[in-house]
Structure formats: structure tokens, C-alpha cells
T-cell receptor, first 112, second 117 residues
Framework: KQEVTQIPAALSVPEGENLVLNCSFT??????LQWFRQDPGKGLTSLLLIQSSQREQTSGRLNASLDKSSGRSTLYIAASQPGDSATYLC???????????FGAGTRLAVHP | GAGVSQTPSNKVTEKGKYVELRCDPISGHTALYWYRQSLGQGPEFLIYFQGTGAADDSGLPNDRFFAVRPEGSVSTLKIQRTERGDSAVYLC???????????????FGSGTRLTVV
């Protein structure tokens, strides 16, 4: 059974810091890995999607890497801003293409 | 439409009542998913539709939960005899069918916050 773990559960940093969020999964047979952002009381916004054949994806200040063999992904956020404060969720698509399995998320607070 | 639309955004109901939650996916997305998110947790899979049929309903917690998608577009999640433990945010997502390459991501709606009192 696929399980996704995110570390740390919560993170508080001063503005301007570079930071890394970690995601691990137990079954390396995945089709893709997606990072989402969730603001309080809101739905999920897709940030980056890495297909299983890819190693990383970049969007602006965000860079996500995937090491499928070791079951790990990292989300790197450069020069963090207060507007980056949100919960970041990692999810893997596995088991017949139709189940996106989520971690519990990392709650990020960036203070001025 | 431009995004996935879910209605209502909030629903408060009394224990034992019946509720319906609606999801209007992105036009052209054949795959539709329902998830449930409890406070402080990641979303948990409930059911997946490919077209009109429920291809995988293994995440539905019990027979009080049922979902339909009669015309392959709008979907309704139905909960009978609601219990306080059903309180959560119910999220809907849609995508193009994943052909095995994993290149198609999900687009989520804003969710329906269900509170059973």
C-alpha cells in the first residue's frame, strides 16, 4: 500500500530564506508526483508535476526534484516571501493511474 | 468552464439528514475524482469516474456514501443519514485521462465544507 510522508510537519522561517520541503513514498512504482499549495479554507493549487521519467521541474522560485528509486522528492523554495505561507502537499499517482495519494502536508509560515 | 466548480461552498446539516454535494469539472476532462479532507490531514481518495462509470469506488467509507455522474460531466456525491464523523471538506478534481505516461495533472475545486451538527 502506497504511503506518503512529509517532513517537517510545520516550518517557520524569516523572509528571504531558501528552504526545502521533503516528501517520501513507500512504493517507487509511480506515474507522477505532484506538489500542491493549499491556503487556509481553500482548495488545492497545483504547483509542479514531475512525470516518473523526469528528475526535476522548475517554476519561478520553485524547484522540485524526484528520485524515484529512493522514493523521495524535495520542493525547494528560493528567497521565501510572506505570501508563500500556506500548506504544501505532496501527492503521488500510482495504482492504475486513478489514485492520487497525499501526504499530510507541511505548514509553512514565512514571517517578515 | 475555466475551473472545477463545487457547490455549495459550505453546508451545515443535522445528524441523520441527507445531503448532496455537486461538482462541475473542467469541460473535456473525462476523469473526475472525489476526495475527503479532515482537519490537518491530506485529502483521502473516495471515488474515481472515467466518463459516466465509477471505475474505482474503493475509498467510499460505507454504503451511506454514493456518487453519480450520469452524463459524464457533472457529478453529485450523496451522503445518507449523515453522522458527525462525516464533517470534513469534500474536494472534487478532474483531469484528462492518464494514458500511463502520468503527464496529466489534477485540477481541484475549492471544496465543500460539510458540518454535521
Amino acid at each position: 500500500k502506497q504511503e506518503v510522508t512529509q517532513i517537517p510537519a510545520a516550518l517557520s522561517v524569516p523572509e528571504g530564506e531558501n528552504l526545502v520541503l521533503n516528501c517520501s513514498f513507500t512504493d517507487s512504482a509511480i506515474y507522477n508526483l505532484q506538489w500542491f499549495r493549499q491556503d487556509p479554507g481553500k482548495g488545492l493549487t497545483s504547483l509542479l508535476l514531475i512525470q516518473s521519467s523526469q528528475r526535476e521541474q522548475t517554476s519561478g522560485r520553485l524547484n522540485a526534484s524526484l528520485d524515484k528509486s529512493s522514493g523521495r522528492s524535495t520542493l525547494y523554495i528560493a528567497a521565501s516571501q510572506p505570501g508563500d505561507s500556506a500548506t504544501y502537499l505532496c501527492a503521488v499517482l500510482s495504482g492504475g493511474y486513478n489514485k492520487l495519494i497525499f501526504g499530510a502536508g507541511t505548514r509553512l509560515a514565512v514571517h517578515p | 468552464g475555466a475551473g472545477v466548480s463545487q457547490t455549495p461552498s459550505n453546508k451545515v446539516t443535522e445528524k441523520g439528514k441527507y445531503v448532496e454535494l455537486r461538482c462541475d469539472p473542467i469541460s473535456g476532462h473525462t476523469a473526475l475524482y472525489w476526495y475527503r479532507q479532515s482537519l490537518g490531514q491530506g485529502p483521502e481518495f473516495l471515488i474515481y469516474f472515467q466518463g459516466t462509470g465509477a471505475a474505482d469506488d474503493s475509498g467510499l467509507p460505507n454504503d451511506r456514501f454514493f456518487a453519480v455522474r450520469p452524463e459524464g460531466s457533472v457529478s453529485t456525491l450523496k451522503i445518507q443519514r449523515t453522522e458527525r464523523g462525516d464533517s470534513a471538506v469534500y474536494l472534487c478534481a478532474s483531469s484528462l485521462a492518464n494514458s500511463g505516461t502520468g503527464k496529466n495533472g489534477y485540477t481541484f475545486g475549492s471544496g465543500t465544507r460539510l458540518t454535521v451538527v
